[in-house]
């Protein structure tokens, strides 16, 4: 077995253990395949540093809940911030045991951790990855937490996040009614903030 598929198998290894889930399977092994299959959609050449980041954005996500940080966005934000860096510091970890060159576990850590976002090609699909993941595994339980004009809202920045191609690719996710209407409605207000 080669590296990458060791790594492969290390990261959905360690994402198995999610208590969460989505669709009778671990909510973070589901989003990291759904992830790294968006990835290669989006970009049917990506590296191996950039798939193997989409497969581990949510590495172990579970072991510091949100519930853990404080109330309010300030709160959601810093909870945000710090996953961010420890997924990127563990899957460092994980890829160099898995026996990965370390110029690839080192790019992939700083993909995972969007070092670039807003100048690196392969951060801008990255981010776009880790939406239509969040739309298509979380839209529904978000929702059922928050009221319209909130979800609206959520979605509408989650939209702003993405390229155009990512925006395009939202509109192919599969969503019950009140998804598709509350991805309309996000994507009126995202473009009448443009």
């Not at 989505?22 to 191996?48: F, K, M, N």
């Not at 809940?65 to 860096?85: F, I, T, V």
């Not at 070092?115 to 993941?133: H, K, N, R, W």
Request: charged residues 25%; hydrophobic residues 40%; contains cysteine.
């Amino acid at each position: 077995m080669e590296a990458i598929d060791r790594a492969r198998s290390a990261i959905d290894a360690a994402n198995a253990a999610d208590p969460n889930e989505h669709e009778g399977e671990p909510l973070a092994l589901v989003q990291g395949r759904l992830a790294e299959g968006w990835v290669v959609l989006l970009d049917p050449h990506a590296s191996s540093a950039l798939r193997l980041a989409a497969r581990a954005h949510h590495l172990r996500r579970w072991v510091v809940p949100r519930a853990s940080y404080p109330g309010g966005r300030a709160g959601y934000l810093r909870w945000r911030r710090d996953q961010k860096h420890r997924h990127a510091h563990e899957l460092g970890e994980l890829l160099t045991q898995a026996g990965v060159e370390t110029a690839v576990a080192e790019r992939a850590s700083s993909i995972v951790a969007k070092v670039g976002l807003g100048s690196d090609p392969e951060v801008q699909v990255f981010e776009d990855a880790v939406c239509l993941t969040f739309l298509e595994t979380q839209l529904s339980d978000t929702a059922d937490r928050l009221d319209a004009e909130h979800m609206t809202n959520v979605i509408a920045k989650t939209l702003a996040k993405m390229s155009e191609a990512g925006k395009a690719a939202a509109l192919t996710i599969e969503l019950d009614g009140r998804g598709r209407d509350l991805l309309a409605r996000a994507v009126d207000r995202h473009q009448q903030s443009k």
